[in-house]
Nanobody, 118 residues
Framework: QVQLVESGGGLVRPGGSLRLSCAAS????????MDWYRQAPGKQRELVAH???????NYADSVKGRFTISRDNAKKALYLQMDSLKPDATAVYYC????????????WGQGTQVTVSS
C-alpha cells in the first residue's frame, strides 16, 4: 500500500520559515520524481517545486530563491524548506509522486496546512 504522509505545517508569521516533510512508503522512492503542490482556498492546485529521481529541481517563479526542495532516498523522505514566507503562501501543501516507469500512475498525500499570518 502506497502512502505519502506530509508533516511540518502550521502557523507562521510573515518572514518566517517552515520545513515540510513527506514520508513515503510502499514505493521504490528513489525511482520517483517528486513534487510539492499547494492549494489555497478558492484556487486551483498549483505546482510549487519539483525534484527528479536524479535530483534536478525546478520551482514556481513565485517561490524561487525562497523555497528549497530536497530528498533523502535512504529515508524515503521529501522536504520543502520555506523561508521568507508571505501571506500568499497560505495553503494546503501536498506531496506528489510519479515515475516514468508507470505512466499515468501517481500518488498524493493528504496534505498539510500552512498558514502565514501576523
Amino acid at each position: 500500500q502506497v502512502q505519502l504522509v506530509e508533516s511540518g505545517g502550521g502557523l507562521v508569521r510573515p518572514g518566517g520559515s517552515l520545513r515540510l516533510s513527506c514520508a513515503a512508503s510502499g514505493i521504490l522512492f528513489s525511482m520517483y520524481d517528486m513534487d510539492w503542490y499547494r492549494q489555497a482556498p478558492g484556487k486551483q492546485r498549483e505546482l510549487v517545486a519539483h525534484i527528479t529521481s536524479g535530483d534536478s529541481t525546478n520551482y514556481a517563479d513565485s517561490v524561487k530563491g525562497r523555497f528549497t526542495i530536497s530528498r533523502d532516498n535512504a529515508k524515503k523522505a521529501l522536504y520543502l524548506q520555506m523561508d521568507s514566507l508571505k501571506p500568499d503562501a497560505t495553503a494546503v501543501y501536498y506531496c506528489h509522486a510519479r515515475t516514468r516507469l508507470s505512466p499515468g500512475v501517481d500518488y498524493w498525500g493528504q496534505g498539510t496546512q500552512v498558514t502565514v499570518s501576523s
